[in-house]
Each structure stands twice: as structure tokens, then as C-alpha cells.
């Protein structure tokens, strides 16, 4: 197992390029089930997540090939015959988007068994909306000893899906269902993430009939079959949300590179808020947003996460990491996940003054961090610990960083490159 280990207080300096997004290469790596024919994806990040989840395509029947390397690197599936409908324990269970076979399996196979997900330990997680949305479809559906079993001897058919609330999950799973059921699929209150987007985008490049992406009303006509694409995936706003976090509380100036403002979304008028400066930087051969931290400390700015385009539950605990050191009191809130906030008792280790009510994190920002030795317990709690690390006065050891390599590719080189003292021990 691996530890990180920080040495804080060093402002960042330079570049550093967003990988591919890993919220989107899941999906689409999960759409290249739906048909026979080859889909590249280029931009692809490395990541322990798509490795996992490479290995549960192979174990229905697809082949996953990574190629190239840098800029040019990119993953092929190609299901040209589906050998297993069944996705085991064994793989669903390190990681929910391995669950999301359910639906490709389940529209070319006519069925599906399938082990309830696991995955980050952020709350209860159900599944009921993906299930109530492929019975309404059509799909006889039962849990067994763990598994969805599901079939559609007649096939899929269109229906109207009335969604209780936003589920991206759901969303994914409707959609890429629906591209094969016959007739018309209405999703109301879909998911409009760019993730959502990114996938929709490259099930229309596979032949795919869909109005709507990007809205909360998605119409999508089925056909009877897909074919192949060639997809280049967007680039990671998670992931470069946390590195301009990392740069506002460490000081320092960095350009992040292949990322926009607007990819930022609602990150960017609550860093503004807080005083770091974010601009377009156009010095660049592709997009690129210069992020200058504070002089002083950052001031106190309230959020509340919210289905997109609000404030991304994704980005709430490296949101917190900058607000421990703020000055003021900020209240966080919390409104997707009901336990996203293991962070809170390893951020006090640092030194952090957080105290929870229900929903809402009150962080009294101090003066100071010190490092200390503290746990990752999911995979954007461990990009906390590192910007509140690289803010913190002394040496943070954070264990547990298989989290960490979750979802963010070669974290300890990007920030080295600009000048963080971070790197990773053995033990
Ligand atoms: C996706 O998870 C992301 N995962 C999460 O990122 C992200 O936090 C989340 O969307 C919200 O943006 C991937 O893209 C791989 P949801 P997902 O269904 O689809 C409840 C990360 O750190 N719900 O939108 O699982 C659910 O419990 C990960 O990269 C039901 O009640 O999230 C939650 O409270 C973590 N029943 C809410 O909906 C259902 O059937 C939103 O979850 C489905 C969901």
C-alpha cells in the first residue's frame, strides 16, 4: 500500500495539464457495450477506475485495449459478441459506474445479472430509479442474493420517465437504454451535467437519436442498431477544480490547461468570492485558465451543493480544504449525499475548526494548518487532505491513497512539476 506524504507551505508555480475526464470515460467506456462495433476514446485518463472497470467489459465479452501515451492516449472497446450477461461481485462492487452494464446488457442481450454497486462510501446509494425507470421500459426485474436480475424477453420499449429527482447514474442508464428500446424515450428531470452531454455526444456519433442533451428533458428515438465512433472525451472539471483549489490555498500562480472558466461552472463565482483570482489565458495553444491565490487568506464564502449547473458535490470537500484557513466562518451545505463529509475529522487533525449541523459544515477559519498524519476515506476526501497539506505548516502523511488513484492521474508528478514538495512512499 501507498502513502503521500507532503511537506506544505510552498507557493505553486507553472502549468498543469486536466486529464480526460473520469465521470465521462466511465459512461462511455460503458456505451461501447451497446454496440458491436469498435468506439474509440481518445483524451482517456489512466486511472485505477478505468482499469477496474475494463476488467468487468472483459468479463461480459469486450475487448479494452489502452493506446498511445500522452495527448494521443485513448481506449478502444470493441463488444462485437457479448460472452456473459453476468457482472460478479467480485468487480461491481469496487466501484458503482461498473453497475451501469446493466443497461447496455439489458438492451443488446435482453438481460442482465448484475451485483448491486459499491463504490464510494458516501451515503445509503440506492439504485431504485434505475430499476423503476427499465420496469417502465419494459424489463421484468427482481433482486436476488445481491444481484439485479433483469430481462426484456420482448425487448426494450420507449416510455415517458418522470424522475423523482436528478440522478446522473439513472440519467446514464436511461439514456444508453433507450438509444435501443423501440419508440420514444421521454426523461424528465434528467441529469444535464457535461458528463451527460459528453456521452449523449458520442451516442449520437454511434447513430443515436437524441434531443435535448443538456437540459432537464431528454427525447431520445430508438433504433435498432448502433454502430462505431471515434469520441475524444472531455476534459476533467473535478480535476481541475481541485488543482485551482490546491493553487488558491497554497499561493502561487498556475496555469491549468485543456479547461475553460465556463467547465468550471459554479466553482468559479465562489472562488472569486474567496479572492483567488481565476482569468482565461489565451498564451496557450488550447484554452487555459491562470488561478492566483490570495495574498492573505481567503475570505469565507458559503456554499451549497446542488445538481448541475449548481455547485458540484464533487468539488465540496476540496471546497472546505480552502475554507479551513479562510477568514470568517463559511457554512457548507451539503444536498446530495447524506454522509459526504469524512473529511471533517481528518481536516480537524490538521488543525481545521469545523463543527457539522444536519446538512451544513460551519468551518471558522484559522490562522494556520500543521501537518499531521491522517487517512483518505474516498476519493474527493483524499484531494482534500492534499490542498489542505500543500497549505499546512510541516509534513502530512495521508494513507489509505488508493482512494487518491481513484480519480486523479499522476497527482503527485503534476503538482511536483510545479514546485509542491509531495511525494509517494512504499510501505
Ligand atoms: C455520479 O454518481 C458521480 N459518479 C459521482 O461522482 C457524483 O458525486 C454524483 O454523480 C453526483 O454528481 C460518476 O459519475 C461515476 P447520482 P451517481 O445518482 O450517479 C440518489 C466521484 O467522486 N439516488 O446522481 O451515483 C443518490 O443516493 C463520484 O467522482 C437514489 O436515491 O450519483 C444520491 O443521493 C462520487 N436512487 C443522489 O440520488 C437512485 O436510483 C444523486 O446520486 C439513484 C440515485
Given at each position: 500500500?501507498?502513502r503521500?506524504?507532503?511537506?506544505?507551505?510552498?507557493?505553486?508555480?507553472?502549468?498543469?495539464?486536466?486529464?480526460?475526464s473520469?465521470?465521462?470515460?466511465?459512461?462511455?467506456?460503458?456505451?461501447?457495450?451497446?454496440?458491436?462495433?469498435?468506439?474509440?476514446?481518445?483524451?482517456?485518463?489512466?486511472?485505477?477506475?478505468?482499469?477496474?472497470?475494463?476488467?468487468v467489459?472483459?468479463?461480459?465479452?469486450?475487448?479494452?485495449?489502452?493506446?498511445?501515451?500522452?495527448p494521443?492516449?485513448g481506449?478502444?472497446v470493441?463488444?462485437?459478441?457479448?460472452?456473459?450477461?453476468?457482472?460478479?461481485?467480485?468487480?461491481?462492487?469496487?466501484?458503482?459506474?461498473?453497475?451501469?452494464?446493466?443497461g447496455?446488457?439489458?438492451?443488446?442481450?435482453?438481460?442482465?445479472?448484475?451485483?448491486?454497486?459499491?463504490?464510494?462510501?458516501?451515503?445509503?446509494?440506492?439504485?431504485?430509479?434505475?430499476?423503476?425507470?427499465?420496469?417502465?421500459?419494459?424489463?421484468?426485474?427482481?433482486?436476488?442474493?445481491?444481484?439485479?436480475?433483469?430481462?426484456?424477453?420482448?425487448g426494450?420499449?420507449?416510455?415517458?420517465?418522470?424522475?423523482?429527482?436528478?440522478?446522473?447514474g439513472?440519467?446514464?442508464?436511461?439514456?444508453?437504454?433507450?438509444?435501443?428500446a423501440?419508440?420514444?424515450?421521454?426523461?424528465?428531470?434528467?441529469?444535464?451535467?457535461?458528463?451527460i452531454?459528453?456521452?449523449?455526444?458520442?451516442?449520437?456519433?454511434?447513430?443515436?437519436?437524441?434531443?435535448?442533451?443538456?437540459?432537464?428533458?431528454?427525447?431520445?428515438?430508438?433504433v435498432?442498431?448502433l454502430?462505431?465512433?471515434?469520441?475524444?472525451?472531455?476534459?476533467?472539471?473535478?480535476?481541475?477544480?481541485?488543482?485551482?483549489?490546491?493553487?488558491?490555498?497554497?499561493?502561487?500562480?498556475?496555469d491549468?490547461?485543456?479547461i475553460?472558466?465556463?467547465?468550471?461552472?459554479?466553482?468559479?463565482?465562489?472562488?472569486?468570492?474567496?479572492?483567488?483570482?481565476v482569468?482565461?489565458?489565451?498564451?496557450?495553444?488550447?484554452?487555459?485558465?491562470?488561478?492566483?491565490?490570495?495574498?492573505?487568506?481567503?475570505?469565507?464564502?458559503?456554499?451549497?451543493?446542488?445538481?448541475?449547473?449548481?455547485?458540484?458535490?464533487?468539488?465540496?470537500?476540496?471546497?472546505?480544504?480552502?475554507?479551513?484557513?479562510?477568514?470568517?466562518v463559511?457554512?457548507?451545505?451539503?444536498?446530495?449525499?447524506?454522509n459526504?463529509?469524512?473529511?471533517?475529522?481528518e481536516l480537524?487533525?490538521?488543525?481545521?475548526?469545523i463543527?457539522?449541523?444536519?446538512?451544513?459544515a460551519?468551518?471558522?477559519?484559522?490562522?494556520?494548518?500543521?501537518?499531521?498524519?491522517?487517512?483518505a476515506?474516498?476519493?474527493?476526501?483524499?484531494?482534500?487532505l492534499?490542498?489542505?497539506?500543500?497549505?499546512?505548516?510541516?509534513?502530512?502523511?495521508?494513507?489509505?491513497v488508493?482512494?487518491?488513484?481513484?480519480?486523479?492521474?499522476?497527482?503527485?508528478?503534476?503538482?511536483?512539476?510545479?514546485?509542491?514538495?509531495?511525494?509517494?512512499?512504499?510501505?
Amino acid at each position: 500500500m501507498d502513502r503521500i506524504l507532503i511537506e506544505g507551505g510552498t507557493p505553486l508555480h507553472g502549468t498543469l495539464a486536466i486529464s480526460g475526464s473520469k465521470n465521462a470515460v466511465l459512461p462511455l467506456m460503458v456505451a461501447g457495450l451497446l454496440t458491436d462495433q469498435p468506439v474509440i476514446l481518445r483524451g482517456t485518463p489512466r486511472l485505477a477506475d478505468t482499469r477496474t472497470l475494463a476488467s468487468v467489459l472483459q468479463e461480459l465479452g469486450a475487448e479494452v485495449e489502452e493506446f498511445g501515451s500522452g495527448p494521443g492516449e485513448g481506449v478502444r472497446v470493441h463488444a462485437h459478441d457479448l460472452t456473459s450477461v453476468r457482472a460478479p461481485y467480485e468487480l461491481v462492487s469496487k466501484m458503482r459506474a461498473s453497475f451501469w452494464v446493466l443497461g447496455p446488457l439489458l438492451a443488446r442481450a435482453r438481460k442482465a445479472e448484475v451485483s448491486l454497486p459499491g463504490g464510494c462510501a458516501i451515503g445509503t446509494r440506492p439504485v431504485d430509479l434505475y430499476l423503476t425507470g427499465l420496469a417502465k421500459m419494459g424489463a421484468d426485474i427482481a433482486v436476488e442474493g445481491g444481484y439485479v436480475i433483469a430481462a426484456a424477453r420482448d425487448g426494450l420499449k420507449g416510455a415517458r420517465l418522470d424522475l423523482p429527482f436528478v440522478s446522473v447514474g439513472a440519467t446514464h442508464v436511461l439514456l444508453m437504454v433507450a438509444t435501443l428500446a423501440e419508440g420514444t424515450t421521454i426523461i424528465t428531470n434528467a441529469a444535464s451535467e457535461p458528463e451527460i452531454v459528453d456521452v449523449g455526444r458520442c451516442l449520437q456519433a454511434l447513430g443515436a437519436q437524441i434531443d435535448g442533451l443538456g437540459t432537464r428533458t431528454i427525447h431520445i428515438s430508438g433504433v435498432a442498431q448502433l454502430g462505431g465512433a471515434d469520441h475524444t472525451v472531455s476534459r476533467d472539471r473535478i480535476e481541475a477544480g481541485a488543482y485551482a483549489l490546491a493553487v488558491a490555498a497554497s499561493g502561487g500562480s498556475v496555469d491549468l490547461t485543456g479547461i475553460t472558466g465556463e467547465e468550471l461552472g459554479a466553482l468559479l463565482p465562489a472562488m472569486r468570492l474567496a479572492g483567488v483570482q481565476v482569468e482565461e489565458n489565451t498564451t496557450h495553444t488550447q484554452p487555459a485558465l491562470r488561478v492566483s491565490g490570495p495574498d492573505a487568506r481567503p475570505n469565507a464564502t458559503p456554499v451549497t451543493t446542488e445538481p448541475y449547473p449548481g455547485f458540484a458535490t464533487d468539488l465540496q470537500a476540496p471546497f472546505m480544504g480552502l475554507m479551513c484557513r479562510a477568514n470568517g466562518v463559511s457554512r457548507i451545505r451539503e444536498t446530495i449525499f447524506e454522509n459526504r463529509f469524512m473529511h471533517v475529522q481528518e481536516l480537524a487533525r490538521l488543525g481545521a475548526d469545523i463543527s457539522l449541523e444536519g446538512d451544513t459544515a460551519i468551518v471558522t477559519g484559522v490562522d494556520q494548518l500543521y501537518g499531521a498524519p491522517v487517512m483518505a476515506t474516498d476519493l474527493r476526501a483524499s484531494v482534500t487532505l492534499v490542498i489542505a497539506g500543500l497549505a499546512a505548516r510541516g509534513t502530512t502523511t495521508i494513507n489509505r491513497v488508493y482512494h487518491l488513484d481513484r480519480g486523479y492521474e499522476r497527482i503527485e508528478e503534476k503538482l511536483s512539476a510545479c514546485g509542491a514538495k509531495i511525494w509517494r512512499e512504499k510501505i
